[in-house]
């Protein structure tokens, strides 16, 4: 990262919120399920698949959990209703993980519950690696009562060829993605290459056993290496499908798109988009050219 860039990370905290609200409609869908659909709606129209994420962080009490139950409740009926082709993601966390196990698994139970009414695939978003092991169980137990759910592996574990061949076993549903949180050595590669090593073999594992595969990167050395796995496997379409998140890697979608991939976008929405849009902030290269046309652009 540039000196200047690394500046701007360092004082995000201070820029104003209005500024970080009109840099992260790239990366946010909007506060509301209405915006969310209509982005859906036009991302469909653009031949992309969605996955709808309610953005909530950490809880601190259980009850916190509730809105998020309900707000995924709505969105999947929403979903059907409209006849959007979306699937949703899920953070255990913000159904309690980390507080109660226990009542996350209750309110998880709902929200697949859901799903399974209106036909709709849930994905288990993977976060930190104290919640890994919770996370990769709670996804085996849901398995048992719908099939629809699916997992993600973080290359940069040094244990996910370990946990791929399992879910391998059962032909889980898993997208691949590097990692996002800051993990030590002892458990997570650090190199740059290392992680794409890592990744691509995850992703051949995979496929190469059946399972389907959502390869969810921007990083276009990863793309080509997983296009000549699948043409070395001889694939159908249907097998796997590439993931990006809103705003990032517009060019590259649209190539895979006009390829003929199939491809899903992440689609984040909800009051909790600050804490999301300043992560977002913080990995892209181009921060600080956003952050300065943020400050003098009229809102
Ligand atoms: C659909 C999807 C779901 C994900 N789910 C999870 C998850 O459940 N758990 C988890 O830990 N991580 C998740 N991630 C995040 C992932 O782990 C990586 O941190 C993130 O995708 C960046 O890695 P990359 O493979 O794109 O490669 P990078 O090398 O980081 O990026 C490749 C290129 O993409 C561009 N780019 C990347 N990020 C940005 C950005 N924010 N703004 C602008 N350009 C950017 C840059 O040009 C960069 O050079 C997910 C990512 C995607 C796409």
């Known amino acids: 990262m540039n000196p200047l860039n690394r500046l701007v990370v360092r004082t995000l905290p201070l820029v104003p919120k209005a500024v970080v609200r009109r840099i992260a409609s790239r990366y946010v869908a909007g506060e509301t399920l209405e915006e969310a659909l209509a982005l859906v709606r036009s991302l469909n129209a653009e031949?992309?698949?969605a996955t709808l994420d309610v953005l909530g962080e950490d809880v601190t009490r259980p009850d916190e959990t509730e809105a998020t139950v309900i707000e995924y409740e709505r969105a999947l009926a929403d979903i059907a209703a409209r006849g959007l082709d979306s699937n949703i993601s899920v953070k255990l966390t913000a159904l309690g993980l980390k507080l109660d196990p226990a009542h996350c698994r209750l309110q998880f139970a709902r929200i697949v519950e859901a799903a399974k009414a209106h036909g709709i695939f849930v994905r288990i978003d993977m976060e930190d690696s104290p919640v890994t092991e919770e996370t990769i169980r709670i996804f085996f137990e849901f398995l048992e009562v719908y099939d629809r759910v699916g997992i993600v592996l973080q290359a940069y574990l040094r244990r996910s060829a370990e946990d791929a061949r399992r879910i391998a076993a059962v032909g889980g549903n898993v997208r691949v993605c590097k990692g996002i949180y800051v993990e030590p050595?002892?458990?997570?590669?650090?190199?740059?290459?290392?992680?794409?090593?890592?990744?691509?073999?995850?992703?051949?594992?995979?496929?190469?056993?059946?399972?389907?595969?959502?390869i969810a990167t921007h990083d276009p050395l990863l793309v080509e290496r997983a296009l000549g796995v699948i043409g070395r496997l001889r694939l159908p379409r249907e097998a796997y499908e590439f993931q990006m998140l809103l705003g990032v890697a517009g060019t590259l979608r649209r190539r895979l798109v006009a390829d003929g991939r199939r491809l899903r976008v992440y689609v984040p929405y909800g009051d909790a988009w600050y804490a999301y849009s300043v992560r977002r902030l913080k990995e892209n290269p181009a921060i600080a050219g956003h952050v300065v046309k943020g400050l003098f652009r009229p809102s």
């Open 47 to 49: 031949g992309c698949k």
């Open 185 to 214: 050595p002892a458990i997570a590669f650090q190199d740059r290459e290392e992680i794409r090593k890592s990744y691509i073999e995850l992703v051949d594992l995979l496929l190469s056993s059946g399972s389907h595969v959502g």
